[in-house]
């Protein structure tokens, strides 16, 4: 039999004396610790694949515990640390009530979300809300007892909400824009620069006639929006605005009417996302009219897509994979009752063949 105390948790376990792999009974974890000549403690810990037991004595254990068909009562653990294991990731469509889940850059930042979460021991629970139906949504989530943290990808029109929310519940991360004053942890990309960024890139680059296209109800986009305004007005150019929404079906028809209005005028479209830019590049492309040559255009994300469009679409890039790594780990911290801050990544211009060269 194991020795007692720290030492337990490296011995080499064996059945105790008298007793038969073959024939002994594994209903409880007690049952399975004393055909492995463990603590109770030790098994579990084993069960758990916790490296404090070390691996011979954790193979061991689990092997006994396949052999015997023995499933640990996860109901009972969860009832005993608080915790369901869960963890909730809500979309609320405030003003985009079209926009899916499959929209790219969704796909793209629960995808890094999901191997961050599954990694660190979690399931998910997925919801894409439309608050017009629901307003108390949050409330909802948040008062479940479904789910151990929550994480809010877009702040849509839900800002204020979210924000009161905040106030009262802990353990929640926002994919988002930040601002003075508000509770709400918020990871994201600095807007406003980025937007920025993107007008300044096309101003240096000869255009003139600057048009944003993006619906800027979500704080996201008018903060990009606002970067772009600011470029426009430093260099004295125009910037026209349409309220294309960020994903659907609608998007190349109202791309198409945006273009229909403003003519040949527009050299330079600031996209407010790659999406967009993806649409306005097929819709120019059936129009003859020739990227970078005849009109310039830059992104917004930089999705795995960008480098694949014809031509190659200039964008700025979000750094998607860091952001859904640091949304997780200031999740954890909260459930453990830490205080964890947001986080105002840079944005970086990535410049293809959307725009033209310098000269």
């Not at 990808?153 to 204020?160: A, V």
Request: hydrophobic share 40%; charged share 20%.
């Amino acid at each position: 039999m194991a020795r007692k105390g720290k030492s337990e948790l490296s011995a080499t376990p064996g059945p105790q004396a008298g007793a038969s792999a073959s024939t002994t009974r594994v209903r409880t974890l007690s049952d399975l610790a004393r055909l492995a000549g463990v603590s109770t403690g030790t098994a579990s810990r084993a069960l758990a694949n916790k490296d404090l037991v070390n691996r011979e004595t954790r193979e061991h254990i689990q092997a006994l515990a396949r052999q015997h068909g023995f499933r640990p009562n996860q109901m009972a653990s969860k009832l005993r640390t608080q915790r369901t294991g869960l963890i909730g990731i809500a979309i609320p469509l405030g003003h985009e009530r079209r926009q899916h889940i499959s929209d790219p850059f969704f796909l793209t930042l629960l995808g890094y979300l999901a191997d961050e979460l599954t990694e660190s021991g979690y399931d998910i629970l997925l919801s894409r809300v439309i608050p017009a139906r629901n307003e108390d949504w949050l409330e909802r989530l948040t008062g479940s007892g479904m789910i151990d943290g929550l994480i809010v990808i877009g702040q849509s029109n839900q800002s204020s909400l979210i924000d009161a929310v905040a106030g009262r519940y802990r353990p929640m991360v926002v994919w988002g824009s930040s601002r003075a004053g508000r509770q709400q942890c918020v990871v994201g990309t600095d807007n406003v620069k980025g937007g920025t960024l993107s007008a300044q890139h096309l101003i240096d680059r000869g255009a003139s006639k600057l048009a944003f296209l993006g619906d800027t109800a979500g704080i996201e986009i008018a903060d990009r929006l606002s970067g772009a305004k600011a470029a426009a007005s430093r260099a004295g150019v125009s910037l026209a605005q349409a309220a294309i929404q960020l994903s659907g079906e609608e998007i190349p028809g109202q791309i198409a009417d945006f273009l229909d209005a403003a003519g040949s005028e527009i050299d330079g479209i600031v996209a407010a996302s790659d999406v967009i830019a993806m649409a306005c590049l097929r819709e120019l492309h059936q129009r003859r009219r020739h990227v970078p040559a005849d009109i310039q255009v830059v992104g917004f994300d930089d999705l795995p897509l960008a480098a694949q469009t014809n031509p190659p679409l200039t964008t700025i890039r979000q750094d998607i994979e860091t952001g859904a790594r640091a949304l997780v780990e200031r999740l954890q911290a909260r459930i453990a009752g830490d205080d964890a801050s947001g986080l105002l990544m840079a944005p970086r211009l990535v410049i293809r063949d959307s725009t033209r060269s310098h000269t």
